[in-house]
């Protein structure tokens, strides 16, 4: 989590990607800023963070899901070293509307 005046102002996460067994390496990341704290690099402090949780725990993939439109979040996440391996077709809804989402892999060496 991220702080600011005892307020938590971001938050990153690893869930797990499947409950079935052979899915077990692998993990979904979710990092979240609050929009007042974007751009400041609290997203990345995060993520390293959680990447480097993942990685202790003995994960071997991340999947990382990102609505069509997020292009500061497919930034980030590309810078470190998650791939584009697929995009689903209005699969997501946000604001009324259905949203295709990014699909972003990072395997771990």
């Keep these: 989590m991220a702080e600011y005046n005892h307020n938590i102002v971001g938050w990153a996460a690893l869930t797990e990607y499947s409950e079935r067994r052979a899915y077990a390496g692998t993990a979904e990341i979710a990092v979240y800023v609050e929009e007042p704290f974007r751009g400041h690099g609290i997203g990345r402090k995060l993520a390293e963070a959680i990447i480097r949780s993942g990685k202790e725990a003995g994960l071997h ?25 697929g995009t689903m077709k209005e699969v997501g809804r946000k604001f009324g509307l259905l949203l295709d989402v990014i699909i972003m892999q990072f395997i771990y060496d």
Aim: glycine content about 8%.
């Design 61 to 85: 993939t991340l999947i990382s899901r990102i609505a069509q439109g997020n292009e500061a979040s497919i930034k980030l996440t590309e810078s470190l070293g998650f791939t584009h391996v």
